[in-house]
């Protein structure tokens, strides 16, 4: 059983259209996360999601917004795609908000702006 | 968090240990020290993380040094499918400010058969 699942794994869209990824854990973790990892392999934190609480990385675009309709899924909207937008993007979920606790990843979502 | 520093590239002969290095000179003593690794088009997976002692698991062990000022993630006998960017991370762990990993660029180990 995939622990951390990612739909869909391949998009392409052009600019300036609406997208969402969605994600889903079933490992009964309480806290999830989007990663955005560009063309330079840098992977860089985007949000923490925990209990309705969303901890935002400052340098994220107001664009890009997490969507929870409950505790294993956390979906990634993001409006008004642009090409610098391009990147891989991957879910994970760790058991709580803590930082002792390892994160599981989910095997990304390739994203095109054309 | 502290800031780490790896070596870009490392080869290792199959079969043979891989001792991937990493300093965080800066740690702070409730810092962990984790390691994670990317394997090419896949998701990062968790390694292992320790504290002050060393630490092992299934898949490698943690060798930290005494002053916590680097530490050394050894594969004790690597296979081809340890190909991978091996990342080093420092941050405390009971810090509820997001628990959000903050990835370097890591070290790409290459085994070669």
């Known amino acids: 059983d995939t622990a951390v699942s990612q739909t869909p794994k391949y998009l392409v869209t052009q600019m300036g259209n609406d997208k969402s990824i969605k994600c889903e854990q079933n490992l009964g973790h309480d806290t999830m996360y989007w990663y955005k990892q560009d063309s330079k392999k840098f992977l860089k934190i985007m949000f923490s999601y925990n209990n309705k609480e969303l901890i935002i990385n400052e340098t994220v675009p107001n664009r890009f917004s997490p969507k929870s309709p409950d505790k294993a899924h956390l979906n990634l909207h993001i409006n008004s795609l642009e090409l610098g937008d391009s990147a891989v993007y991957f879910c994970a979920s760790s058991v709580g908000l803590a930082g002792g606790y390892e994160q599981y990843f989910g095997p990304g979502t390739r994203l095109t702006v054309t | 968090d502290a800031k780490t520093t790896q070596p870009t590239s490392m080869d290792c002969a199959e079969g043979r240990a891989a001792n991937l290095p990493c300093n965080h000179s800066t740690i702070s003593g409730n810092e962990y020290v984790y390691w994670y690794r990317q394997i090419h088009s896949q998701g990062p997976q968790y390694i292992i993380h320790?504290?002050?002692n060393n630490e092992t698991n299934e898949m490698a062990s943690l060798i930290i040094t005494e002053d916590r000022k680097s530490s050394t993630l050894i594969l004790p006998h690597a296979t081809l499918r340890d190909t991978a960017v091996y990342y080093c991370i420092v941050r405390v762990a009971h810090n509820n400010a997001g628990n959000m990993l903050t990835f370097g660029g890591g070290t790409r180990l290459m085994v070669k058969p």
């Open positions: 320790g504290l002050k």
